[in-house]
């Protein structure tokens, strides 16, 4: 039998990954992540998990749910769609403990079967035999998953790269890599999001020796901020902090979680004891190296509120030094380039990757894909974890080696073998945003007539009718949302209730009877004379009342 591979999430995009094996009429889901808004999801929706209705008439026949990191991306969504999977769960320890934290945060730690497996293990689920396979990457314990369905082989990287120091956790193996291209790999299905980038992602340790110069230069306070699941790069700031002499404070919620986090499951033990906020002011501003959630400049997180001098527990001074050890996600350049200019503004000296080499990426440049395909040597390269342009550089680079690249995008059912592995069909796939507690198509009218609102405001406007359907009082006129300065705003309302009589004097009885006839008629020609006054369209509401 042909083991399939469709990936729901991930395949076409950055986050949200979603990936299905079938194999004798049994599935593996391999990750459950999340992705953010950005400019063009309708207001109110932070959180956009995958669409998994072609999952509806398979769903008993999931035999687990594999998590390969802790990464939002990869198991950010399991407490917002396990309910609809109903499977038992296997990660390790790391991954497990952030996972266990969501699931209590939403009520379901009791109800989810949560397995933690060794770095390395084998495991056995259905049709479905897989090793466990320890690589390096952002996060402690990023696994890749060596597959076996019947005769085909497939290694599933996840996030990956090739970090000959990472600080903190395993190294990878490259002596067991080898042995499983001796042994034969047929597919693999990697991670694209560095494959247009020549070269090597570079190590935590080079990160650790730029972060050490830059705070080692400071005469003042400084505050460096990070991804707060990238433990090593916590772990060498605690270092710098020992190294030049400064005592180290949190500020943000996620920080505090992963801190928590790495230490109960062995990681960051020589990480320093935090100097609570409260006894800054007793501490020499040369002796503070503050660590800060927000390095997306996500307005919540602290660094935002740092930037803005509107954080509870601390102001920064002229003269103090802002670090961001941290890459610019595309789609954030504006709400980091407002936060270096709020921080100039206050005289606070700003570094980031391009003053100085301080961050690393935690993805496979090509020379690191060619490294790890030689060890391999798989017969096809099925990219995912990317957009197009990644994707499309990554099969170009396998088949520049000699190995056949694959192209698949979310939806596609592709077959596994290797005489011709063809997508031979595409299930429903699409993206929910969390609005409040519950999951909804971006595509949903209710989001469109939200974004609608928020691009023109709304006019609400109420006509009282008796039975003849005549206006018993003037129309009811009111904007939200629509700046119409005060004088303007008094002729609109004028202008409009007697372009509002003028219409209903124009239509028969039947259309004057029916409030759908009605309400149609008014929307058209008040639409086009919004417009014409105001410059905008705002949505209008009109609600008839008949006494
Ligand atoms: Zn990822
Ligand atoms: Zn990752």
């Known amino acids: 039998m042909t083991p399939y591979f469709v990936p729901l999430g991930g395949s076409g995009e950055i986050g949200m990954n979603f990936n299905l094996y079938g194999f004798q009429g049994k599935w593996l889901i391999v990750d459950v992540g999340i992705t953010f808004s950005d400019d063009t999801t309708p207001p109110g929706i932070d959180v956009i998990c995958p669409d998994l209705s072609a999952l509806k008439s398979v769903r008993d ?9 802790a990464h939002e991306d990869h198991v950010g969504a399991l407490h917002y769609l396990w309910r609809q999977l109903k499977a038992p769960v296997y990660c390790t320890a790391f991954t497990a403990s ?26 056995e689920l259905g049709p479905f035999q897989m090793e466990w396979v320890t690589l390096t990457h952002s996060i402690p314990e990023p696994n890749a998953l060596c597959l076996t369905m019947g005769d085909a082989r497939v290694f599933h990287t996840g996030d990956w790269k090739l970090d000959p120091h990472p600080l903190e956790g395993d190294h990878y193996d490259d002596r067991r890599l080898m042995e499983l291209g001796e042994a034969g790999i047929d597919f693999v299905i990697g991670d694209s999001t560095n494959a247009t980038q020549e070269g090597w992602s570079g190590s935590e340790a080079e ?3 730029a972060l050490l110069e830059v705070v080692a230069k400071q005469t003042q306070r400084v505050a460096v901020t990070c991804f707060s699941s990238n433990t090593a790069r916590l772990a060498s700031l605690g270092d710098i902090a020992h190294e030049t002499g400064r005592r180290v404070t949190v500020l943000g919620r996620s920080l505090y979680n992963y801190l928590q986090t790495a230490k109960s499951t062995g990681y960051l033990r020589n990480f320093p004891d935090l100097v609570p906020t409260s006894d800054l002011d007793y ?20 660094m935002s509120k740092l930037a803005k001098g509107e954080h509870p527990d601390l102001v920064l001074d002229a003269d103090d030094t802002v670090v961001f050890s941290s890459k610019v996600i595309p789609g954030n350049e504006k709400k980091l380039f407002r936060l270096y200019d709020l921080l ?17 990426s935690g993805h496979p440049c090509r020379d690191e894909l060619r490294w790890m395909y030689r060890a391999l040597r798989p017969q ?26 694959v192209r698949v995008t979310n939806g596609d059912v592709l077959a596994l073998s290797i005489d011709s592995p063809t997508v031979v069909a595409r299930v429903q796939t699409g993206r929910l945003g969390l609005s409040g507690s519950s999951l909804v198509p971006l595509s949903d009218r209710a989001l469109s007539e939200r974004r609608a609102l928020a691009d023109g405001g709304l006019c609400s406007l109420t006509l009282v009718l008796d039975k003849k359907a005549r206006l018993v009082s003037l129309p009811q006129v009111q904007f939200v949302g629509v700046p119409t300065g005060d004088v303007e705003s008094e002729s609109v309302v004028v202008d409009l209730q007697a372009l509002i009589e003028e219409v209903m004097a124009e ?15 008014i ?4 639409g086009h004379a919004l417009r014409q006054w105001l410059g905008v369209k705002p949505r209008q509401l009109v609600q008839i009342v008949r006494i």
């Not at 660590?291 to 400049?297: D, F, H, K």
């Not at 096809?380 to 690249?405: F, K, N």
């Open 61 to 69: 026949e999931i035999v687990g749910i594999v998590i390969t990191h």
């Open 98 to 123: 952030v996972a266990r934290r969501k699931l209590g945060e939403a009520g379901l730690l009791d109800q989810v079967p949560l397995h933690e497996v060794l770095p390395g293990c084998e495991l």
């Open 207 to 209: 990160c650790h020796k």
């Open 283 to 302: 501490l020499p501003r040369s002796e503070q190296l503050i660590l800060a959630t927000g390095s997306q400049g996500e307005p919540r997180a602290a």
């Open 344 to 360: 100039s503004q206050k005289k606070v000296q700003v570094v980031t990757e391009a003053d100085a080499p301080i961050h690393v």
């Open 380 to 405: 096809v390269v099925v990219p995912v974890h990317g957009e197009a342009r990644h994707m499309a550089a990554h099969a170009e680079l396998a088949e520049s080696m000699g190995i056949q690249g």
């Open 507 to 521: 239509q028969n009885s039947r259309i004057l009877q029916s409030d759908d006839a009605l309400r149609d008629a």
């Open 523 to 526: 929307q058209r020609e008040l």
